[in-house]
């Protein structure tokens, strides 16, 4: 899960092209092997573990392009096998342009003895804000998380996460911004169980405690899953979150979104799809929704150098704005 500050908001896409959002970072994800592999991969005859809370529309997520505008660089460096930095350079006429640093020192993904190593993740921009990951295994079966984020000079989110997967099933606890002069606090519990090899169901508990409010929503989950497709859904007093993703073959993947608030009284149904062509190293993402809003993400890998080329424009027919960005990744 990233900052459960985003969780404990009703359901809707956080950073919408041309919203006035500033775009997530990648420290705002889990790493991947914190999630478990597909669960059709199972054959042992036994109830998979359903992986996180988080991760339930990811698969659908992942299709859909990111939004890219103004001109950026990524400079990306491997240390060793565990340490990992890259600099980040984004000029924008839209937001503020900037300049950011990140670190990563991962546990490694083979069964070594370093595997329980802590894993630290690290950014910092050029005005002065600090985003800071520490994962760890704590047992063979806990893991636990702690985040800080800090805008310039002020502490935005501190929170600590605990998580317990069992063999076909995952709970977790997290407690976001404590602070007893304060007496205020948010705390989000999450449970999923795997019914049989393809279907999950769960919820999610949000309580928040201040001195002017108090409340919790509870949110329902259920997710269906077979080898080409999975099909997601959470509902609850915030709103509603359906997706679908389905892999058409090994080039073509296509999601669809559908996304309900009460807060904000709004629906959003969006399409994605994501074309790889392995031939000519290239792979587009596209996205439609009805909000009017027409974009894609071309990446062309630039063989034999270590640099892709990333290219996007997003289109908002009803608001009458262009963005289109350029891109290069190197490393």
Avoid at 78 to 94: E, I
């Amino acid at each position: 899960m990233g900052s459960v500050l985003a969780v404990s908001s009703a359901p809707g896409h956080q950073n919408w092209p041309f919203s006035t959002d500033p775009a997530p970072s990648r420290w705002d994800n889990h790493p991947a092997h914190w999630d478990s592999p597909p669960r059709w991969e199972r054959r042992d005859g036994r109830l998979p573990n359903p992986g996180s809370f988080h991760s339930l529309h990811r698969s659908c997520k992942d299709v859909f392009p990111q939004q890219i505008e103004g001109v950026k660089m990524i400079v990306n460096k491997t240390l060793s096998s565990f340490f990992k930095v890259s600099h980040a350079l984004h000029l924008s006429a839209v937001n503020p342009s900037y300049y950011r640093f990140h670190v990563e020192h991962l546990q490694s993904d083979d069964y070594s003895k370093d595997k329980d190593a802590p894993a630290l993740i690290g950014e910092m921009d050029s005005s002065g804000s600090l985003n800071a990951h520490a994962l760890l295994h704590l047992t063979e079966r806990v893991r636990a998380r702690t985040v800080f984020q800090t805008q310039q000079s002020q502490f935005v989110t501190w929170q600590f996460e605990t998580e317990y997967r069992g063999n076909d099933f995952t709970a977790a606890v997290t407690v976001a911004n404590p602070d007893i002069l304060r007496e205020s606090v948010i705390l989000v519990a999450h449970f999923l169980q795997s019914v049989s090899s393809g279907l999950v169901l769960g919820g999610e508990l949000v309580y928040h405690r201040g001195r002017a409010e108090e409340g919790g929503i509870l949110t329902l989950a259920g997710q269906y899953s077979r080898p080409n497709w999975t099909a997601t859904l959470n509902a609850g007093k915030g709103g509603a979150h359906a997706s679908y993703y389905h892999r058409a073959n090994k080039q073509i993947q296509v999601g669809v979104e559908f996304e309900a608030s009460t807060r904000t009284q709004e629906t959003t149904t969006s399409l994605g799809y994501q074309m790889e062509l392995p031939e000519a190293n290239m792979v587009f993402r596209g996205m439609i929704n009805s909000r009017c809003i027409i974009g894609g993400v071309l990446e062309k890998r630039l063989t034999p150098l270590p640099a892709t080329l990333i290219m996007g424009a997003f289109v908002n027919h009803r608001g009458d704005k262009l963005q289109v960005g350029l891109g290069v990744n190197v490393g």
